[in-house]
């Protein structure tokens, strides 16, 4: 991620310290209304292991406290840009020649536990009412969704993001560099 690509906040001291457990997967946060459920995305990116964040419209920048209650000092850790026009950023995404994998619950929608995903890539994650904008859908490579079993019938956005972070993660360890997890 680099400072051209819109406004940065990162610590390049902290990314060389994890560089060697990232992989080339990144999530673009799509209007994130809650500063908590960015946090907890923060907290979810780092321990996954993720490249960097795009951060875009209304979603909370840091530094907040309020995001820092729930990140626990990961903004100091994940890189992350931000956008002030989430579609922008989408395509952003796409000329740096990283899959576009949303999240979201559509008549089109795949579930995200059949399908294979391309590295490098970026998912994203919507707003926790209206989800993720349809020009951006429009975009994607592919949609996914996760399957609910219960009444309710959707997660909540943070909760949603580390299911996928990790997932990603568990497909980039098996069949990526002899499951090294390295680039």
């Known amino acids: 991620m680099s400072q051209s690509e819109g406004s940065h906040g990162f610590s390049p001291a902290a990314a060389d310290a994890h560089d060697h457990a990232r992989m080339p997967v990144y999530a673009l946060l799509d209007n994130i209304r809650s500063a908590w459920n960015v946090g907890s995305m923060f907290r979810s ?17 840091p530094p907040r406290p309020d995001l820092e209650k729930t990140a626990l000092g990961a903004t100091e850790s994940v890189p992350w840009d931000y956008f002030q026009d989430p579609l922008e950023a989408a395509r952003t995404v796409k000329r740096a020649g990283r899959a576009l994998i949303v999240l979201e619950q559509t008549a089109g929608a795949a579930d995200w536990r059949r399908q294979s995903f391309a590295f490098p890539c970026c998912f994203v994650v919507g707003h926790e009412v209206r989800g993720v904008q349809e020009g951006i859908i429009q975009l994607a490579d592919q949609i996914v969704e996760i399957p609910m079993a219960g009444m309710k019938k959707s997660l909540n956005v943070a909760v949603s993001f580390g299911l996928l972070a990790f997932a990603l993660r568990n497909r980039w360890l098996a069949g990526n560099n002899g499951g090294t997890g390295h680039e």
Do not use: K, P, V
């Open 45 to 61: 990116a780092d321990a996954a292991g993720l490249a960097g964040m795009y951060l875009t419209g209304m979603t909370c920048t």
